[in-house]
Nanobody
Framework: EVTLVESGGGSVSAGGSLRLSCVVS????????MAWFRQVPGEKREPVAT???????TIADSVKGRFTVSQDNAKKTLYLDIDNLMPEDTAMYYC????????????WGQGTQVTVFA
């Protein structure tokens, strides 16, 4: 069974930083594409960062320059580093796995809440 478990969220003041982690188990690491999404209640879930099976990354334009996605293959962990947090970054953050790298994310974590106060 594939499981994704996020952690690292919290309440922080604007301008601060956070590192979100997503520990993955149940599949052969380095063969899938991964992503971070975020969602605000009442709004659509949006992708903020992706990393493919060649470790090439993409960052959404809205957060470019502040968000960084990376992975530690030995620890089977995906990271999202967020710098210069803004109140509009407040959301539930999810990691997701795309086994065939077709932008069809089949596996999701339970999410970790990030709240940024001014």
């Amino acid at each position: 069974e594939v499981t994704l478990v996020e952690s690292g969220g919290g309440s922080v003041s604007a301008g601060g930083s956070l590192r979100l982690s997503c520990v993955v188990s149940g599949y052969r690491w380095q063969s899938w594409c991964m992503a971070w999404f975020r969602q605000v209640p009442g709004e659509k879930r949006e992708p903020v960062a992706t990393i493919n099976d060649n470790e090439m990354t993409t960052i959404a334009d809205s957060v470019k320059g502040r968000f960084t996605v990376s992975q530690d293959n030995a620890k089977k962990t995906l990271y999202l580093d967020i710098d210069n947090l803004m109140p509009e970054d407040t959301a539930m953050y999810y990691c997701a796995a795309d086994p065939r790298c077709t932008s069809n994310y089949e596996y999701w974590g339970q999410g970790t809440q990030v709240t940024v106060f001014a």
